[in-house]
Each structure stands twice: as C-alpha cells, then as structure tokens.
C-alpha cells in the first residue's frame, strides 16, 4: 500500500483510470495520445477547482430569475512547456473564461538545476487562481522552480495538476512548497536513472508532438 503525502489528491475516477491506461500503452499513436491527455486534464481540473469560491450571479431565463454562481477569481492556467501544452485544450473547455501564461524550464549544464528561460503571464496572474501544469512529476524540480518563480511575481493561491507522479516528485514539491495541492491521476513506482518514471508512460512531450 502507497503512502500518499499530504496535501496530494489521487483521482481514481474508472474513466480517468481507463483513460490513463490507453495513454501509457506504447501503441497509442500522437493523435489519440494529444485526445487522452487533454480528456484527462479536463477531468483532473474538476476535482483541482472543487473548492474554488463562487459569487451570486442573476441571469434571466427564458421563464424567470436564476440565481446561480460564477467564479469569485480569474484564473491562470500555467503549462510547463513543452509536455504541459497537451493538458491546456481540455482545461479551456471547462474554464473558458482563463488566461494562459507559459513557463519553460531548462536544466542549466553547470548547476544540473532547472533554470527558467521563458516567463510570461497574464498582467492579472498575482491575483489569479493559478493552475500550473506538467503531465509527468518525475522528480519535481522544475515544477518546483516554476512554482517558485509565481511566487516571486506575487501568485498566492496555486494548484500543481499532473497526470501521472510518482513517490520522489512529490515528496519533492509538497516539500518545498507545502501551501500548494497537488492533483494526480497515478503515483507509480519510481524514477529510472535517466530521471523517466517507471512505468510511467516514456517522453510525455515527444509522444505528444510525435517528436521520438
Ligand atoms: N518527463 C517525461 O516526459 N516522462 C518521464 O517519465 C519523466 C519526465
């Protein structure tokens, strides 16, 4: 039995665990891979907002008043660039009204730490509700680093949706950054020496973009 750390939600949903499936399999060509991912993101993007707060909103229907609800914040949904773009679609259906900012980490050849080269948000980003999102949480430094980076611009409230992590990644991450809630579809086994987590489902972004 995994130990799962605080502050990390597992969506165990059967479709989102279907899903999951046809996207690790080897076979899935880039088409269906970039359809997966980006279902999976819209249904791990209602559990992540399930607290977000609402306002009263009237409308009219065509018979009466409605009191009903829209969202008390903008939000911000922040890919890490490159595999985080395949979740962005799939999240805009269900937020439509979001901004989108991108961040793009590289690892610098004389630390080995992710270093930022590409910063650019909506001007509103600081008192947005901030989704940021990488597929694979494998040992979580540069998503840990671009969480840092929002919160040097002013971001307070930021959430981390990922689809699959694994124990190293998120021990990582919920360790720096303990005020930000982690949204995962799996929590597998273990990195490999090349960093690639096992089993996982290989090179997010190549099986993306067709790049292998
Ligand atoms: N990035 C990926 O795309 N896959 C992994 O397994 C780890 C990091």
Redesign the pocket.
Known sequence: MKSIPEGVTVVEHPLVRVKLTRLRDERTEPGEFRALLAELALLLTMEATRDFSTLPCRVRTPLDDYEGAALTRPVVIVPILR?GLGMVDGMLRVIPGASVGHIGMRRDEKTHRPACYYFNMPPHFAQADVIVVD??L?TGHSASEAIAKLKEGGAQSIRFLCVVSCPEGLAQIRGAHPDVPVFTAAVDERLNEK???VP??????DRCFGTV
Do not use: F, K
Request: aromatic residues 8%; without cysteine.
């Open positions: 595999a597929p694979m494998a960093a690639y987590i996982g489902l290989g090179d997010a972004g």
